[in-house]
């Protein structure tokens, strides 16, 4: 019989994993199954403390176990629009080049502090990526957003969708993105829940 309010947050590595009935490493019990669905409940050191679906409950060495992304991307939700990935991981891919163009020239010293923080100034980007799978924060959109490496769906929105959007930057007089202004953004927010 499965615990009801099992939610699996980790799963087991593909060649399974071993288990201890204690966080000493004394008594060994069953492995785990390769890939088995597990909550982590408690860590003491790199020991963790797993239950099963079925309410089986044993140590492992948590530092083995693999993070599943929690609150997948439509959960609770209605189906939202699928979008092309594309677009946004260009949109990325040129902030992160940006922001590494302008660490390379920190670097050698041939701009200074002030430089760098102007053109630095209002760049957003965060990516995760986690084998096929990839979270992408959309700053035009102030959200993060979900791809399986065909579609692109909602993953988390900060506040509820507003009508209201940044216009992007104008371009640089002499074309160089490294000289354009930018739009200043506040800090990324924690969660407040």
Known sequence: ???PDFRPTHIAPGGGLATWSAPDGSLPSAPLDPLLPVQLVQRIGDWGRIV????????VDG????????DPPAAGRPPAGVEDPQPLLARTGQVLERYRRMVEELAAGRVEGERFRQGTAGLR???VVDGEAVWVYDAEQDRWAYC????????EAPEEPSQERTPPPPPAADGD???ATRPAYPPTRGGDG
């Open 63 to 70: 530092r083995l176990l693999i993070s599943l992304p929690q």
């Open 52 to 59: 099963c679906a079925n309410g089986w409950s044993a140590w």
């Open 1 to 3: 019989m499965g615990t």
């Open 148 to 155: 399986d490496g065909t579609r692109l769906v909602t993953y």
């Open 125 to 127: 980007a965060g990516v």
């Open 177 to 179: 993105p490294l000289t």
